[in-house]
Each structure stands twice: as structure tokens, then as C-alpha cells.
């Protein structure tokens, strides 16, 4: 019979033993252990590695010196040189990032090398047929004997002979391709090549030399004892910075009066990234069925040039970089090992109240690494702010990838966590009793 608590039946003290050892037992109440909780939780981690950490301020100053240079040196050093790679690749000078030249191939023999292939009189409607060619030309020296350059005709033998300037043969639309200007006057066209004008365009200090400075009045050169009318003076001829000293026919007339054999050397004006595409056509265009015969000489493309230059400024740089975070490593494992050796007799009372030798390893590898993190985060903010400025001082715009601000910062904590090993495990294998009789 069961009471209303549930409990069994209660056993009266009168009834005979038989009857009372037949009836149920109560069973006993079972008693729950205490939970185990561990006595060196995470949270006891951070706290005791923040304070010792925060324990010695200038020593912590002075300890993340080094990961804070080295840190901000690489973050300064992929900052600026993405950032100057990008300002070259904005400013990459025109007349060397548009340009293709156009050259006969050449091979060595016993007489020295000579031309395998020929550019056509033509060149210039071939090459503008091309897509991505905005302009074209060619040009040529010309052979003029012993013929002297000059502004007036030569009628004493007597006199001293000056200097002649150089007497070069182009097409219509070379001064368009290389991206010069008329100073004044004006250039002569496909009309005036067609007909065999006797007319010259003078280079800038070849007209300076020959002392002809306005057209207006229609003044004249001889090449030797033929008159021609100059109609032009150009300048900015950079690609050729001869033709700056020269006196300039068209081919038409320098074919017709000097006999003119065979055009030297061709040059195209071409969209920005069409360098590959068109290097590749050119060949075959002027010559179908000989293209190895012709070399073109095509830039790359503006992406390989900013990689190039990022390369080359990364190579110098990131060395300096690298030896500072060596210093900072090395820094942060000697001020580690020495605060191990400062705190022995810490360790072993540790030790004594039942710390593990995995709990004060850890301890100090927390230690080193939030070190290392700091010094990174410090150090990669400074990067960025140095990028920031001398971009703005030189009025350039800043490029920097936000994963290399954000790896250079985590790059801190890896080298403190690598220079804490080694002082981790001198800390962990500090026995108590020793710790405790030598320690302070």
C-alpha cells in the first residue's frame, strides 16, 4: 500500500520482521557530482595574457617597434607601388605606349648584315587598312652625294663649307604617326609626293641652323645646286628625334632626284591595347607572302606594363620590409623570453596550484601573438596613412588593395605567434619545485 506522497509503504515499527523485510524498500537518493568545471578557462587565458601584457607599457611600446616597421614598410611598399604603377600606366608617354615600328628584317652575311625583306612604297594605305591603326608613315635617308645643305646657293669655291643637315625622305602621313607638329607653315601632302614637288619641311634646328624662321615669304634651300621651297618647319618628333635636324623631301621628290630606292623604316599611331593585335598583322600586310621578312615592333599592353613596374619597385622595397619584420620577430622573441625568465617564480606557483604545462604555454603564446597583432595593426594603419599622404602630395591617386592592409595586420599576429613558440615551451617545461626555490 502506497502513501500520497509516493513514497511506499511506510513499515511499522510493530509489524514482525518476515513481514517488514517482504515489503518494497525505498531506494536510496541518488546524489549528483558537482559539475566539473575546468580552472584555466579561455576567458582566464585572455585575462591573464592582458595583463601581462599591459603590466609593462614601455616595455610593450618597445616591443612592437619593430613589427609596427616592418608592417607599415610593406604595406608603404605595395601602396606606392601599385600606386606608381598605376600613375605609369595613366601617363605611359603616348609616343611609346601607341607606337609599332616597322623595319625590314635584316641577316648577317660576310659583307655584314643586310635587308631580307622590303617595306612597300604603299606602306601607308596598307597600314591604315589595318583595325587599330590611326596613323602611318615612312621615312627613309637619302643619299645626296657630296651635295651641301644651305639657305643660299654656294658661288665661292674659297669659302669654308658648313655643316650640312641631314637629308631624310617621308611619306605624307609620317608627322601625324610619330605625333609631331608643325611650328609653322605647313606639312606636305599625298598631292605634293604624287607630283615630285621640289619643296622640304626643315626640322626645327636644322631650320635654326639654316637660319629660316617664317615661311611666309616662301624662302629656299639648296641641296647642292637644286632649289626647294621650304613650306614648313616641324617639332616634336620624340620617336625621331633626328628628323628635329633634318631637312625632309617627300619620297615622291627624293625618289625622283636622288633616286631613291627603298623606304628604311615605317611607323603607325594605334589605339591604346591594340600593340599585340596589330604587331601580328602588320607583317603579314606588307608582306603576304613573306611575313618573317618584316619586323614590327608592337607595345605591350598597358597592364603588363604596370605590372612590370610594380615588379621591379616591389623587388627593391619588400627586401627592406622583410629584414624589418625579422628584426620585429626577433624583437618580440627576445623581450618573450626574457619576460619568461623575469616570471619563473609566477610559473611555478602556476605550477604548484595546479596550472598544466599547456595552460602556461599558452599563456605566453597569447601573449606574443596580441603583440604581434598590435604591432601589425598599428603598423598597417601607418601604411595606409603614408600612401594617403604622399599620394596626395604628389597628386597622384592613391591604389592600395584593402587585402593587403588587412594580410599585413594579420602578418603581425603569425610573427608573434611564431616568435612565441620557442619562449612557450621554455615556459611550459619550468618545473614547480625549481621555479619556486629559484624564482622571485
Known amino acids: ?4 506522497t509516493g513514497r511506499g509503504p511506510r513499515v511499522r515499527p510493530g509489524l514482525p520482521r518476515v513481514i517488514r523485510d517482504r515489503l518494497p524498500r525505498r531506494p536510496a537518493p541518488q546524489v549528483q557530482p558537482p559539475p566539473v ?14 595583463h601581462g601584457i599591459g603590466a609593462r607599457p614601455a616595455r610593450l611600446l618597445l616591443t612592437i617597434v619593430g613589427t609596427v616597421l616592418g608592417i607599415g614598410s610593406l604595406v608603404v611598399t605595395m601602396g606606392l607601388a601599385q600606386t606608381a604603377a598605376g600613375q605609369i600606366a595613366r601617363q605611359f608617354d603616348a609616343v611609346a605606349a601607341r607606337q609599332v615600328m ?13 635587308a631580307t625583306g622590303r617595306i612597300p612604297w604603299d606602306v601607308e594605305d596598307r597600314l591604315m587598312r589595318l583595325a587599330g591603326i590611326e596613323a602611318a608613315g615612312a621615312l627613309s635617308s637619302v643619299d645626296v652625294d657630296d651635295a651641301v645643305v644651305t639657305a643660299v646657293p654656294v658661288s665661292d669655291p674659297s669659302a669654308p663649307v658648313p655643316a650640312s643637315p641631314l637629308v631624310m625622305a617621308a611619306t605624307p602621313g609620317l608627322l601625324t604617326a610619330l605625333q609631331g607638329h608643325v611650328v609653322t607653315g605647313r606639312y606636305f601632302d599625298a598631292g605634293h609626293d604624287d607630283r615630285g614637288d621640289r619643296i622640304v619641311v626643315l626640322g626645327a634646328r636644322a631650320a635654326q641652323r639654316l637660319g629660316v624662321s617664317r615661311v611666309d615669304r616662301q624662302p629656299s634651300v639648296f641641296i647642292g645646286d637644286r632649289p ?3 613650306v ?7 620617336r625621331r628625334a633626328d628628323l628635329l635636324d633634318a631637312v625632309i623631301l617627300p619620297v615622291g621628290t627624293a625618289r625622283a632626284d636622288f633616286g631613291l630606292g627603298t623606304l628604311e623604316q615605317a611607323h603607325a599611331h594605334i589605339a591604346v591595347g591594340a600593340g599585340p593585335v596589330v604587331g601580328e598583322q602588320v607583317p603579314v600586310a606588307l608582306a ?10 608592337a607595345p605591350s599592353p598597358p597592364s603588363a606594363v604596370r605590372q612590370n613596374v610594380q615588379a621591379d619597385v616591389n623587388a627593391i622595397f619588400l627586401a627592406l620590409g622583410a629584414v624589418a619584420l625579422l628584426v620585429g620577430g626577433l624583437g618580440i622573441a627576445n623581450v618573450t623570453l626574457l619576460s619568461v625568465r623575469e616570471r619563473t617564480g609566477e610559473i611555478g606557483l602556476r605550477r604548484a596550484l595546479g596550472a598544466s604545462k599547456r595552460d602556461i604555454g599558452r599563456q605566453f603564446l597569447v601573449e606574443s601573438t596580441v603583440i604581434g597583432l598590435l604591432g601589425g595593426l598599428i603598423g598597417s594603419a601607418l601604411g595606409v596613412a603614408v600612401v594617403l599622404v604622399v599620394s596626395v602630395a604628389r597628386e597622384w591617386t592613391p591604389i592600395l588593395d584593402t587585402w593587403v592592409a588587412l ?3 594579420g602578418m603581425g599576429g603569425v610573427i608573434g605567434l611564431a616568435a612565441g613558440t620557442y619562449p612557450a615551451l621554455k615556459a611550459a617545461g619550468v618545473e614547480p619545485i625549481a621555479a619556486l626555490r629559484g624564482g622571485t
Do not use: K
Request: zero cysteines; proline letters at 6%; aromatic letters at 4%.
Open 37 to 50: 568545471r575546468d580552472r584555466f578557462s579561455t576567458r582566464d587565458l585572455v585575462a591573464e595574457a592582458a
Open 228 to 230: 626647294y621651297t621650304v
Open 288 to 297: 603576304p607572302n613573306s611575313p618573317e621578312t618584316i619586323n614590327a615592333q
Open 1 to 4: 500500500m502506497r502513501t500520497l
Open 407 to 409: 594580410g599585413a595586420a
Open 102 to 114: 616597322v623595319e625590314p628584317a635584316t641577316a648577317r652575311s660576310q659583307g655584314g648584315e643586310r
Open 232 to 238: 614648313g618647319v616641324v617639332d616634336g618628333v620624340v
